[in-house]
């Protein structure tokens, strides 16, 4: 086992719509339960990392404003942003400028409010994350490009729209057992089935949805991790990559080629392979994210992730077991502090501290977080 | 000399109003200025880091965008930002990631394009980098803080507003002998005095303005360093600190701690103190912050920097020469571009590339970045 960083403490809020609270205090609920039971002073945090995409709320270049809530002051505080996959990105610098020793000690709190726009500026704002010259102007929108790459599979794979609509049946069963999550009603594939289309075939349950949350991860060089936890969960690998913003030069439309980089940096950092992870949180966006996932990430050969869900391989008592926390489809997908709830569901597996939905002996986990289209993948492994 | 990463290639566009390119052309042409004559493809670049603050122009999340049009994919892409000190804050998180070995080579690309909105509509969003529930709509503009500081400043120690008047002098000298330089023209004592009040005591000429541009640093490892360039430029410190967004809560209203925080941690790191520096670039967003930079990086004692630029300490041969490239205050601030091109006017100084207004023999030199109202300060040491 690499012991270089470790992830110490994760906590997240609970993802809602119309939290009610400012973004400082969402960011205090996150940062709270991370350092439940840490011994861990304000004085021993050597640097502070804000993950989040702009706009949403009125408040810019929030990362002083965060540290002066939770007393972090004079530490370094700055922002980084990949859209969704911002939080894994603020644990990729987190981990990399504790490895470089420029600091030992780092908290990482990712955060959206995004219940202050409505549905309809929300994703205005989101599409400006694409091309604003020559795509967005034009309707490309999250989900009509997640449609795109649904259409281009299920037409080179003979695949269903059931079996896409079983990766929700799956995800909103584990949704049902996460007191954290937005979304707890239990979905039959009848009603996914017969929800509206949002952009063929993408339909209202085969997409995540907007909400607020804050989550938050803290890493710590080995020497630190040892004195703050007996659990620490070390950083294995880290992997990232970056796709063309424009889709339509991409080298392919039914897999997104850029976490297939991002997964073999992490694996080949790691020393380990697909068949040596035993729990994955992986990004669902949409049902087809989580598909083009499996097989990105290696857990299925191209065409033949929809079995996996079938057979119900990626069922916590399965074979992979895949975002048993619900996913973004079940919690919300709060952008800025997905990724932070990502890795915490991974700590917390391998903490076995799961509940009912511990995957047995779980040793390696993976998370694998993705801004736009397929366009910013971080893939990173923990292992305890 | 501690060789361990170092600055490879530095680039800008000229800082102008209105520069009638894409954000994307932009970065390209700093870029451009960057690679020149040093054999570098883009296969051999591993990382993108691109440096703004939000909101001025319409595209979010430009990091793919700028990595597709340098041909820079699939290799990592992501954005940071500490308003104003985003560029150097870049230039951190590049070297970090370096000295980690999580990558050998990164470009970092600082812009802003300020002119799509109105100087009224740029001024709202800067202003909201204070805080948003009990600040900014009171009116904490950035002229408004500074102008504070520099009251206070007045009060204490008996200085005069000639005496910041003599900062700008200064700087408009060394920016009429920059090319790249937004304001060229030389201004006396008399017009910086006459000119508007803009919050007294700081009047129009007291003030740097918005621009448009960008700015390129590329760093690499000890061994790709020495296999590109024949004059690396060696990363020998880095510090970085948070104050207080709240202005009222902070320990001092002459000095801006934060930056006493930053550039002590990197003194430490580069084994050196301000006697060792040579040539130093600082964050003169208005007159009174050079004042300020002088003292708190240790130039001068407090109440005793006004004397400095007084006695031509700072012009380019005296005992401290800074900002001799025009600064700020004549170079124009395009936020994200800012940082880049500090490092930049020191990276040629310490190459012996600066010209007429080269310091001689000079071999430290530091680069003072800082965003918003002292609230963000990095200080960077830079040694050939």
Same mark, same amino acid.
């Given at each position: 086992?690499?012991?270089?960083?470790?992830?110490?403490?994760?906590?997240?809020?609970?993802?809602?719509?119309?939290?009610?609270?400012?973004?400082?205090?969402?960011?205090?609920?996150?940062?709270?339960?991370?350092?439940?039971?840490?011994?861990?002073?304000?004085?021993?945090?050597d640097?502070?990392?804000?993950?989040?995409?702009?706009?949403?709320?009125?408040?810019?270049?929030?990362?002083?404003?965060?540290s002066?809530?939770?007393?972090?002051?004079?530490?370094?505080?700055?922002?980084?942003?990949?859209?969704?996959?911002?939080?894994?990105?603020?644990?990729?610098?987190?981990?990399?400028?504790?490895?470089?020793?420029v600091?030992?000690?780092?908290?990482?709190?990712?955060?959206?409010?995004?219940?202050?726009?409505?549905?309809?500026?929300?994703?205005e704002?989101?599409?400006?994350?694409?091309?604003?010259?020559?795509?967005?102007?034009?309707?490309?929108?999250?989900?009509?490009?997640?449609?795109?790459?649904?259409?281009?599979?299920?037409?080179k794979?003979?695949?269903?729209?059931?079996?896409?609509?079983?990766?929700?049946?799956?995800?909103?069963?584990?949704?049902?057992?996460?007191p954290?999550?937005?979304?707890?009603k239990?979905?039959?594939?009848?009603?996914?089935?017969?929800?509206?289309?949002?952009?063929?075939?993408?339909?209202?349950?085969?997409?995540?949805?907007?909400?607020?949350?804050?989550?938050?991860?803290?890493?710590?060089?080995?020497?630190?991790?040892?004195?703050?936890?007996?659990?620490?969960?070390?950083?294995?690998? !880290?992997?990232? /990559?970056?796709?063309? =913003?424009?889709?339509? #030069?991409? &080298?392919?439309? %039914?897999?997104?080629?850029?976490?297939?980089?991002?997964?073999?940096?992490?694996?080949?950092?790691?020393?380990?392979?697909?068949?040596?992870?035993n729990?994955?949180?992986?990004?669902?966006?949409?049902?087809?994210?989580?598909?083009?996932?499996?097989?990105?990430?290696?857990?299925a050969?191209?065409?033949?992730?929809?079995?996996?869900?079938?057979?119900?391989?990626?069922?916590?008592?399965?074979?992979?077991?895949?975002?048993?926390?619900?996913?973004?489809?079940?919690?919300?997908?709060?952008?800025?502090?997905?990724?932070?709830?990502?890795?915490?569901?991974?700590?917390?597996?391998?903490?076995?501290?799961?509940?009912?939905?511990? !995957?047995?002996? /779980?040793?390696?986990? =993976?998370?694998?977080? #993705?801004? &736009?289209?397929g %366009?910013?993948?971080?893939?990173?492994?923990?292992?305890?």
């Amino acid at each position: 086992m690499k012991e270089e960083v470790a992830v110490i403490g994760v906590g997240q809020t609970a993802f809602t719509r119309n939290c009610g609270v400012s973004i400082r205090e969402l960011c205090f609920e996150a940062y709270r339960e991370a350092v439940e039971g840490l011994d861990l002073s304000p004085k021993d945090i050597d640097a502070l990392i804000i993950a989040s995409a702009p706009e949403y709320d009125k408040q810019r270049t929030p990362a002083a404003l965060i540290s002066e809530y939770l007393g972090l002051t004079p530490s370094p505080a700055f922002y980084v942003e990949s859209v969704c996959s911002a939080g894994t990105t603020g644990v990729r610098v987190a981990y990399s400028m504790i490895k470089a020793g420029v600091h030992d000690i780092i908290v990482m709190i990712g955060f959206q409010k995004m219940s202050e726009l409505s549905s309809r500026d929300a994703a205005e704002v989101m599409g400006r994350g694409d091309d604003t010259m020559f795509s967005s102007p034009f309707g490309t929108t999250m989900p009509a490009g997640h449609a795109l790459y649904a259409q281009a599979y299920l037409h080179k794979y003979g695949a269903t729209e059931e079996q896409l609509a079983k990766v929700r049946v799956k995800n909103s069963h584990y949704g049902a057992l996460n007191p954290k999550a937005n979304y707890k009603k239990v979905l039959s594939l009848e009603e996914i089935m017969n929800s509206d289309v949002i952009c063929s075939p993408l339909k209202k349950f085969d997409c995540c949805a907007n909400a607020d949350g804050a989550s938050c991860v803290i890493l710590a060089s080995a020497a630190k991790a040892k004195k703050y936890t007996s659990k620490p969960v070390w950083v294995l690998g !880290v992997g990232a /990559a970056t796709a063309e =913003l424009n889709w339509s #030069v991409r &080298g392919s439309n %039914t897999s997104f080629l850029a976490t297939r980089e991002a997964a073999k940096t992490a694996y080949e950092m790691a020393g380990l392979g697909p068949e040596d992870i035993n729990v994955a949180e992986v990004h669902d966006c949409f049902t087809i994210s989580e598909i083009l996932a499996y097989e990105d990430l290696g857990f299925a050969k191209p065409g033949e992730g929809p079995k996996l869900v079938e057979d119900k391989a990626t069922y916590h008592d399965g074979k992979i077991p895949v975002n048993v926390d619900g996913g973004l489809l079940s919690k919300g997908h709060p952008i800025g502090a997905t990724g932070g709830s990502q890795v915490r569901t991974i700590v917390k597996q391998l903490r076995g501290e799961a509940g009912e939905t511990q !995957v047995a002996g /779980a040793k390696v986990g =993976l998370a694998q977080n #993705v801004g &736009g289209v397929g %366009t910013y993948p971080n893939v990173i492994i923990f292992g305890r």
